[in-house]
């Protein structure tokens, strides 16, 4: 198994400078991590460093809350893809999920879907799945399903939710193969990733894979 082409390496915190992210961008390049994850601030920077690269630069959007207006996670993903994001990992609006405000919550993924495809880009639909009830959950997946998503995430790791090899078998029961899925959350050692890759997670975002993935 070829770990380094499943990571995603992820450089999130708020205090990062641009030698963090050049660092950050180096290291996947030479390891062959399939993309680097990092704030919409830094996209352009890592844009005019890496073009020449095969690393997709990933960034997030309504992060990581996710409780932002619909129209201004559109204007994020406008923003991120023109400055040279490949890929977008987006959250989805836990409260409007709470407040069964469904016909939102199907716009509002439809919608971010729509953006990214409609320029050429991945989207991964952050569900922060440990804040949501088994119906909610099954909601929410039905709802990315039918939007074409390119990807569920199960969690930001910011507002807990470790990824667990259980749960990824879980998603990957619901979603078949019609949506990939990505594992974040605490995710720190080859073992770990090995297993949720096992448990059927295509992607795996982790702010340490340098220190277990050497290739």
């Given at each position: 198994m070829n770990i380094g082409s499943y990571i995603d390496f992820s450089m999130l915190r708020p205090d990062g400078l641009p030698?963090?992210?050049?660092?950050?961008?180096?290291?996947?390049?030479?390891?062959?991590?399939?993309?680097?994850?990092?704030?919409?601030?830094?996209?352009?920077?890592?844009?005019?460093?890496?073009?020449?690269?095969?690393l997709k630069i990933a960034t997030v959007v309504g992060f990581p809350m996710g409780y932002s207006s619909t129209s201004a996670k559109i204007e994020e993903i406008k923003k991120a893809t023109a400055d040279g994001a490949?890929?977008?990992?987006?959250?989805?609006?836990?409260?409007?999920?709470?407040?069964?405000?469904?016909?939102?919550?199907?716009?509002e993924i439809g919608s971010m879907v729509t953006a990214c495809h409609m320029r050429g880009?991945?989207?991964?639909?952050?569900?922060?799945?440990?804040?949501?009830?088994?119906?909610?959950?099954?909601?929410?997946?039905?709802i990315c399903i039918e939007a074409k998503a390119d990807f569920i995430k199960n969690s930001t790791g910011f507002n807990g939710g470790k990824a667990d090899p259980a749960l990824i078998t879980y998603l990957r029961?619901?979603?078949?193969?019609?949506?990939?899925?990505?594992?974040?959350?605490?995710?720190?050692?080859?073992?770990?990733?090995?297993?949720?890759?096992?448990?059927?997670?295509?992607?795996?975002?982790?702010?340490?894979?340098?220190?277990?993935?050497n290739n």
């Open positions: 030698k963090d992210i050049d660092a950050l961008g180096k290291i996947a390049v030479e390891r062959a991590f399939k993309a680097i994850c990092i704030p919409p601030y830094f996209v352009d920077f890592a844009n005019q460093h890496f073009s020449g690269t095969p490949h890929e977008v990992d987006a959250v989805i609006n836990v409260s409007a999920v709470k407040s069964g405000n469904w016909n939102y919550v199907a716009n880009k991945m989207i991964k639909v952050i569900l922060e799945a440990h804040l949501l009830t088994d119906a909610e959950l099954r909601k929410v997946i039905e029961s619901l979603v078949g193969d019609s949506i990939k899925i990505k594992a974040s959350g605490g995710i720190r050692s080859l073992e770990e990733s090995v297993n949720l890759i096992e448990a059927g997670a295509d992607r795996i975002g982790s702010s340490v894979a340098d220190t277990f993935v």
